[in-house]
C-alpha cells in the first residue's frame, strides 16, 4: 500500500500535491479530476489511484496498470492562465519532470517521444494524458494524467509501443512514494519555467529525444506521414521534412523508421 506520510515528508513544492487525494479504485483519475461538478478544485490537487477500472490513454485507447505496483495519478491545474494555455509546453514540462526524476533516483538511461512519452532504454514506461476544458474561448481547467510503469513485471497486450517498467529495466522494485514526490517536486519546478523559461524547458526536452534528425512515420486518424524529424518549433509543433517542404504536426503517433 501507498504510505502517504513516506510520500510528504519528501514533497518539496508549494502548491503541487499540497492537496493530495488518495482513492483505492477509481474509473479514471482523469475523468473525475475532469468533472467540474466534482468537489476538486483546488489548483495543484492530486488525485492518486491505487486502481483505474477505466484507465485512459491517448486517442482514447485503454491504459492498464496492475493496481498497486504503479503510479496513476493526475494534476489539476486551474489558476495561472499563462501555464494553462500552454498545452504543447505542458506536454514538455511533464514528460521532462518524469525523466528527469527516473535519472536522479536511478540513473536510469531515459528519453522522450513527442509528444509526451517517457522511455527507458527504447521502451515506454510512462505515458501522459492531458485534457482542457474551456468556457468559451477561455480555459477553465487542465488534467494532467500521468501513468509510470514502477514495479509491474509483466505486460499482456498489444502495444503500440513495446512497454518496460523501471523494475524490469533496473532489476529491482523502487519505492513509489520517494518516486511522486520527486516528480511532484520536478513537475513545479518544471511548469514554472514555462513562464520564465521556455527556451531551457524545451532545450532540456529536445536533448533527451532521440528521434530528432531520424527518418520518422506519424500517424494521425489512420493517416501516414514519412519525412524527417527535423525539429521542435518554439510553439512545440513538431517539423516534419517532406518532399513538399516542412509541415507543422500538431497531433499524431510518432515511430522511428530506420533503415
Ligand atoms: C498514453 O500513453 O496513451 C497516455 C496514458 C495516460 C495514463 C494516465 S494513468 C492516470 C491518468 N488517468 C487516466 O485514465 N489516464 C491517465
Known amino acids: 500500500m501507498f504510505n502517504i506520510e513516506n510520500f510528504d515528508i519528501k514533497l518539496n513544492t508549494e502548491y503541487i500535491g499540497r492537496t493530495f487525494i488518495y482513492a483505492d479504485e477509481v474509473l479514471s483519475t482523469n475523468t473525475l479530476l475532469m468533472d467540474k461538478k466534482s ?15 477505466k484507465g485512459r490513454g491517448r486517442k482514447d485507447r485503454v491504459w492498464y496498470s496492475a493496481p498497486e505496483s504503479n503510479l496513476t495519478f493526475s494534476i489539476l491545474l486551474s489558476k495561472d492562465k499563462e501555464i494553462l494555455k500552454n498545452i504543447n509546453f505542458l506536454n514538455f514540462a511533464s514528460s521532462l519532470s518524469v525523466a528527469v526524476s527516473l535519472e536522479n533516483l536511478y540513473q536510469l538511461n531515459t528519453s522522450v517521444k513527442w509528444p509526451n512519452d517517457v522511455l527507458i532504454n527504447g521502451k515506454k514506461t510512462s505515458g501522459i494524458l492531458i485534457e482542457s476544458s474551456w468556457q468559451g474561448s477561455k480555459i477553465e481547467r487542465v488534467v494532467i494524467g500521468i501513468g509510470v510503469n514502477v514495479n509491474q ?32 517536486n520536478n513537475f513545479e519546478t518544471e511548469i514554472e519555467k514555462i513562464k520564465t523559461n521556455q527556451s531551457e524547458l524545451l532545450s532540456d526536452w529536445k536533448s533527451r529525444c532521440k528521434m530528432i534528425g531520424e527518418r520518422i512515420s506519424i500517424t494521425e486518424d489512420d493517416k501516414e506521414k514519412f519525412g524527417i524529424f527535423e525539429d521542435i518549433d518554439s510553439d512545440g509543433f513538431l517539423l516534419l521534412k517532406t518532399k513538399e517542404g516542412i509541415e507543422r504536426i500538431h497531433f499524431g503517433d510518432v515511430n522511428s523508421k530506420r533503415i
Do not use: D
Request: charged share 25%; aromatic share 10%; hydrophobic share 35%.
Open 39 to 53: 468537489e476538486y478544485n483546488i489548483h495543484g490537487t492530486i488525485l492518486f489511484a491505487e486502481k483505474q477500472t
Open 153 to 184: 513485471n509483466s505486460f499482456q497486450g498489444v502495444f503500440n509501443y513495446p512497454p518496460t517498467s523501471i523494475r524490469n529495466e533496473l532489476g529491482r522494485t523502487v519505492e513509489r512514494e520517494r518516486l511522486l514526490a520527486e516528480l511532484l
